[in-house]
């Protein structure tokens, strides 16, 4: 998966509370267990006007003008702002697949779903829980100013805005080595590949009568 650092990246506001995963990526998209090709459908009940099935060209599909993902101001967002009980519903790890392949990197609510706010880390995609306050603020801040961006340190751990403020946040020191190293749970694996190699020669040597 792809490190994280640090971030400048444009803000697009998705206003409403308790997304769920199947409105992140319609359940008639998870037949596919790659990590790619999901972007074309995030959002799609919201995007587009009619019924999208896989297999078809979403070029050619009618897309909701009145869909914030739409708005020209917003294409090229990296940082999704969203509400309360972001990720919530069924544990669909295509969820993140479908907004990191969209081009996101960042999605800042006051709280997510346990198990999307776990699958966040091990794709790539890094969630921050603010205050509903600040997540107010920054609502007010992206719809009013065309080309809002947000400054994303990951090191540091801060939100800044364009006006130089900065808002704190948490993440546990594993996440944050994995994340800044790019390595999720096959990564972590294998940076142990020498010691599993050599437990594995040390195996065959105390019990070669297993690998016969």
Not at 6 to 30: E, H, M, S, W, Y
Not at 59 to 88: H, I
Not at 198 to 208: C, G, I, V, Y
Request: hydrophobic share 40%; aromatic share 10%.
């Amino acid at each position: 998966m792809k490190a994280f650092t640090t971030l400048n990246g444009l803000v697009c506001p998705l206003d409403r509370a308790n997304v769920d995963t199947d409105a992140i990526i319609p359940k008639q998209f998870l037949k596919s267990i790659k990590r790619s090709g999901f972007g074309p459908n995030l959002f799609d009940e919201w995007r587009y006007l009619d019924h999208g099935e896989p297999g078809m060209d979403n070029s050619t599909r009618p897309v909701n003008p009145d869909f914030v993902l739409n708005f020209p101001r917003y294409q090229g967002a990296q940082v999704l702002l969203a509400r309360e009980n972001f990720g919530c519903g069924s544990s669909r790890e295509h969820a993140p697949w479908a907004l990191e392949d969209q081009g996101l990197r960042v999605v800042i609510a006051p709280s997510f779903a346990d198990i999307f706010f776990s699958n966040c880390y091990k794709n790539g995609l890094l969630p921050i829980v603010q205050p509903a306050e600040v997540v107010d603020q920054l609502f007010k801040e992206c719809v009013a100013s065309e080309g809002y961006r947000l400054t994303v340190d990951l090191a540091a751990q801060t939100v800044t805005t364009p006006s130089g403020q900065s808002f704190a946040f948490d993440i546990t020191p594993h996440r944050k080595h994995c994340m800044l190293n790019g390595l999720d749970e096959i990564g972590l694996t294998l940076a142990h590949a020498d010691k599993i190699r050599a437990f594995e020669d040390a195996r065959k040597q105390s019990l070669p009568w297993f690998y016969v």
